[in-house]
């Protein structure tokens, strides 16, 4: 699977766009970009998922550029409950259903 | 019960001691897996099991026994653990074909 690139943490305001940038300029054509998060001393949360097309969910949108190289993931109005460590994984969809969590972007929405 | 439930959430043990950590699943999924998170480290996959068949063992040690009797049910039995195994063990499930796992909220684990 291709290795990604994030931020090791960021600060938003409630209420703002909070943008999460992510680099995986390695990918490969079949591989998916997938967003979890993890807010403290709970489980991971799955988030969105794409593979080119820019994506939707009433969670967050993706964007990902068209070199595929880079993903944004958009939290629209991000909220005091969305302060957690978001991770950014690319991986094939195929029977090998592994996720390789790195250390991913801890993101803090402050008041 | 919907989702995916862990119990016990908090488990303090001796390293002489044996206990089992049990996850439950209600989502009709067919496979299920054992995570490991240490502090300040990425969570570690352990073990995976598709329709009851354990698919992948990545080289956990023998202390630690998973069980799957069936798709809704997984154990992790321990024993004669180490201080050092002191973290969150996280079980999650997916359907076979789905790459969506879904979490439950994991079990803190203090090895004395």
């Known amino acids: 699977d291709a290795k990604t690139t994030q931020p090791t943490s960021m600060d938003c305001a409630e209420g703002r766009a909070a943008n999460l940038p992510c680099n995986h300029s390695?990918?490969?054509?079949?591989?998916?970009v997938y967003w979890y998060r993890q807010i403290h001393s709970q489980g991971p949360q799955y988030i969105i998922h794409g593979l080119k097309n820019n994506e939707t969910n009433e969670m967050a949108s993706l964007i990902i550029t068209e070199d595929r190289k880079s993903s944004t993931l958009i939290l629209p109005h991000a909220t005091l409950r969305d302060t957690a460590v978001y991770y950014c994984i690319v991986r094939l969809l195929s029977n090998d259903y592994k996720l390789s969590f790195g250390a991913g972007t801890t993101v803090t929405v402050r008041a | 019960e919907t989702g995916v439930t862990q119990t016990p959430r908090h488990l303090v043990m001796g390293m002489t001691n044996k206990k089992s950590l049990k996850c439950e699943q209600h989502l009709g999924h067919n496979a299920m897996y054992w995570y490991k998170q240490s502090a300040k480290k990425p969570l570690e996959l352990m073990f995976v099991y598709n329709f009851k068949e354990q698919t992948e063992n990545n080289s956990v040690p023998s202390r630690f026994s998973p069980e799957c009797p069936n798709s809704s049910h997984l154990f992790l039995h321990l024993h004669t653990l180490q201080p050092e195994d002191s973290a969150l063990y996280l079980c999650?499930?997916?359907?076979?074909?789905?790459?969506?796992?879904?979490f439950g909220p994991g079990t803190r684990l203090t090895v004395l």
């Open positions: 999650a499930s997916s359907q076979v074909t789905d790459n969506e796992q879904f």
């Open positions: 390695t990918i490969s054509g079949n591989e998916y």
